[in-house]
């Protein structure tokens, strides 16, 4: 069975703070794919990132990163100089090989504020 | 904007009603998924549909059931409606057979009372 754990129920920062997201699955399948997905009030769920088990490179985007430790099972997501814009659900999901990334296996979410 | 549009957008139901939701998938895609999503939870997984068919069911009982048309897009059925139905609905497409990720729409809030 896949799970997903995101311990951090609710985060508050303040504008131009960094903050990192933490993300803790769990998984049978040799093969997967990691994934963030951003929700904001309006409830439809903004594809942030996907990436491939084995690809262990961090990536950047912009004031997003991201980094995935396979040994610590831990895909962590971390937002520099934060924006009253980031505030949003902050999903972590997990699904099975090519062909089903749509069979998701989400957390309970990471509740993001970000205040002036 | 990811293309994938639901409808309606909110819906109110009694107890033990039936309901059906919509879900227009991408241009290009050919596989949709459901997901429940209670309030303060993360989405669960319903089912997908490939090709018409059923392609995988996560824990859900048997009156919640779909269908797709060849055009790709699907809907919904639930029936005997519980209040613990009471969600936010949301329909994912994708493409299977590359290595896609899943986009989805603004959902459907149900509402049972």
């Known amino acids: 069975a896949q799970k997903v754990t995101q311990a951090q129920t609710e985060i508050s920062v303040v504008e131009k703070e960094d903050v990192t997201l933490d993300c803790v699955y769990e998984t049978r399948d040799t093969t997967y794919y990691l994934f963030w997905y951003k929700q904001p009030p309006s409830g439809e769920l903004v594809f942030l990132i996907r990436?491939?088990?084995?690809?262990?490179q961090n990536e950047i985007s912009g004031r997003y990163s991201w980094n995935f430790q396979k040994s610590t099972s831990s895909f962590n997501f971390t937002i520099t100089a934060s924006q009253v814009v980031d505030s949003a659900v902050y999903f972590c999901?997990?699904?099975?090989?090519?062909?089903?990334?749509?069979?998701?296996?989400f957390g309970t979410g990471t509740r993001l504020q970000v205040t002036l | 904007e990811t293309g994938v549009t639901q409808s309606p957008t909110h819906l109110i139901k009694t107890r033990g009603q039936q309901v059906t939701l919509r879900c227009s998938s991408q241009s290009g895609h050919n596989t949709v998924s459901w997901y429940q999503q209670a309030l303060g939870q993360g989405p669960q997984f319903i089912f997908q549909y490939y090709r018409e068919e059923e392609n995988g069911r996560g824990n859900f009982p048997p009156r919640f059931s779909g269908l797709q048309f060849p055009n790709y897009s699907s809907e919904l059925n639930v029936n005997a409606l519980e209040l613990d139905d009471s969600a936010l609905y949301l329909c994912?497409?994708?493409?299977?057979?590359?290595?896609?990720?899943?986009?989805f729409g603004q959902g459907t809030r149900l509402t049972v009372v």
């Open positions: 994912a497409s994708s493409w299977t057979g590359g290595n896609t990720e899943a986009f």
């Open positions: 999901a997990l699904s099975p090989p090519t062909g089903t990334a749509s069979k998701l296996t």
């Open positions: 990436r491939n088990s084995f690809d262990e």
